[in-house]
């Protein structure tokens, strides 16, 4: 496969990941942290496509306030990007794609994926991509459906419609967040996957379909990236790069454009969204509790226990998470993480 014809892995880290306060905060999102494993979430997200005989090396959007951090981490993970680009501001993922459809040709294949998600099964991730690059050579904008194992109410959904190729399909429609029933009529419709947020598509047939569905965010971003200078560090006009507007992908494109295609795929996938999530996805013990760091459990059930640095000890608990970060503690039934932004608003400066 020659160079041109490599896919280009997209990672996007420009997430402020407040929902798992106080170990995640603007300076350290959790993308950072070593949240599901030895490394951190960036960095098996960039270890995911180091194939380089079918990914090229990833490009990685990032907030200009990261960007030492960006950098340390790919180094320590052994990947070297083919550049970083500083976002100035937060602007959502349609035009931070923007960005990466610009720094490359027109006609490279972006694989797009956000860099806070787990993918326990590499090989079905990188045969779902497979699956999907036929299509996206031939200008559909392809997105892949999470298999749901649960009905779960906060992640939106993908209505498979007819069949495009082997394991492909059109989609017939994106839906929101459901409700408890809905997402139970979902699972057992068998229809529906879970909307992942990682997409393949050319970069050209992006920048085409933004310019049709929301071209307030084409202008800015090309003027953005028209005003930046080219090298391993590119940092778009910050002006110009404000002008656009915060919309997401699916809202700016997808949810628009007439040619968008599904590739269902089970891999282990997680998007470590709360503590919920994290204490669902990590290994329990017989009693159903986790503890990460120097922490303990003593005759306590389904328990989440996670500290940055301090020790801690919970005896006689049932159904609690208790995190401790460098300046904060938190303390919540399970089932209440939604409640963190609340928790963040309110804690003593």
Not at 314 to 321: E, S
Request: one cysteine or more; proline letters at 6%; a negative charge.
């Amino acid at each position: 496969m020659s160079e041109d014809e490599r896919i280009v892995p997209v990672i996007l880290s420009g997430g402020a990941g407040t929902r798992l306060w106080p170990l995640s905060s603007p300076s350290t999102p959790k993308q950072f942290l070593r949240l599901a494993g030895d490394r951190t979430m960036l960095q098996e997200t960039a270890l995911r496509v180091d194939d380089r005989k079918a990914f090229a090396a990833p490009l990685v959007i990032g907030s200009a306030d990261h960007a030492h951090l960006l950098a340390t981490q790919l180094t320590e993970a052994g990947t070297i990007p083919s550049a970083l680009v500083l976002e100035p501001s937060a602007r959502n993922t349609a035009a931070a794609i923007a960005l990466a459809a610009l720094a490359v040709g027109p006609g490279r294949l972006l694989l797009v994926m956000p860099s806070d998600h787990v993918v326990r099964d590499t090989a079905a991730f990188r045969a779902a991509v497979e699956a999907g690059r036929p299509l996206a050579a031939q200008d559909w904008l392809v997105t892949f459906g999470i298999r749901p194992t649960h009905a779960e109410t906060g992640f939106g959904y993908i209505r498979r419609g007819e069949a495009l190729a082997p394991g492909a399909h059109r989609v017939d429609r994106f839906v929101e967040k459901p409700d408890v029933e809905t997402a139970q009529f979902y699972l057992d419709d068998g229809g529906y996957d879970w909307n992942g947020g990682i997409f393949l598509f050319r970069a050209g047939r992006y920048l085409d379909a933004l310019r049709d569905h929301a071209p307030a965010i084409h202008e800015a971003v090309s003027a953005a990236m028209a005003a930046s200078s080219p090298g391993a560090e590119i940092r778009p006009d910050a002006d110009a790069f404000a002008a656009a507007p915060s919309v997401s992908i699916d809202y700016a494109v997808m949810e628009k454009d007439d040619r968008v295609a599904v590739v269902p795929v089970e891999m282990g996938w997680a998007d470590i969204g709360s503590w919920d999530a994290l204490h669902e996805m990590r290994e329990r013990d017989a009693r159903g509790n986790v503890a990460t760091g120097p922490a303990a459990l003593i005759d306590s059930d389904n328990c989440l226990v996670h500290s940055a640095g301090r020790p801690v000890v919970a005896v006689g608990v049932r159904d609690l998470i208790v995190v401790v970060g460098d300046d904060a503690v938190l303390v919540l039934p399970r089932g209440q993480s939604q409640r963190v932004k609340e928790a963040l608003e309110r804690a003593p400066k």
